[in-house]
C-alpha cells in the first residue's frame, strides 16, 4: 500500500509559480508512473502530467506545457509539480496519484493522494 500525500499549495496571484510536493511512504515510486490531476469546483478531475519514474519520461496536458514541470528526486521518493505563470482558471485541488502505467487516464491510477488546494486570484 502506497500513501502520497501532497503539500505546497496555497495562494498566488495570477502569473505566479507554486510548487507541489508528492511524498510516498508505505511502498516507492520506482515501480510507478506518478501523475497530477486537478479537480476544480464542479468540473471533472483533469490530467495535468505524468513522469516515468524510470527513465523521467514525462508527458503533459496542452494546457500546462511549457509552463509546467514534473520532477523526481529518488532520495526523498518525491514528486514535483512546479507551476509557473499561473492562471485564475487553474484553481483547484490538485492531486498526486501513482500508476503502473504510463498514463493520462486517472482510473487507470491505484494509489492518491488527498490534495492540495491551489488558488489563484486575478
Known amino acids: 500500500q502506497v500513501l502520497l500525500v501532497e503539500s505546497g499549495g496555497g495562494f498566488v496571484q495570477a502569473g505566479g509559480s507554486l510548487r507541489l510536493s508528492c511524498a510516498a511512504s508505505g511502498g516507492t515510486f520506482s515501480n510507478y508512473a506518478a501523475g497530477w490531476f486537478r479537480q476544480a469546483p464542479g468540473k471533472e478531475r483533469e490530467f495535468v502530467g505524468v513522469?516515468?519514474?524510470?527513465?523521467?519520461?514525462?508527458d503533459y496536458a496542452d494546457s500546462v506545457k511549457g509552463r509546467f514541470t514534473i520532477s523526481r528526486d529518488n532520495a526523498k521518493n518525491t514528486v514535483y509539480l512546479q507551476m509557473n505563470s499561473l492562471k485564475p482558471d487553474e484553481t483547484a485541488v490538485y492531486y498526486c496519484?501513482?500508476?503502473?502505467?504510463?498514463?493520462?487516464?486517472?482510473?487507470?491510477?491505484?494509489?492518491w493522494g488527498q490534495g492540495t488546494q491551489v488558488t489563484v486570484s486575478s
Open positions: 496519484a501513482a500508476s503502473n502505467l504510463f498514463t493520462r487516464v486517472s482510473g487507470l491510477y491505484n494509489y
Open positions: 513522469i516515468r519514474w524510470s527513465g523521467g519520461m514525462t
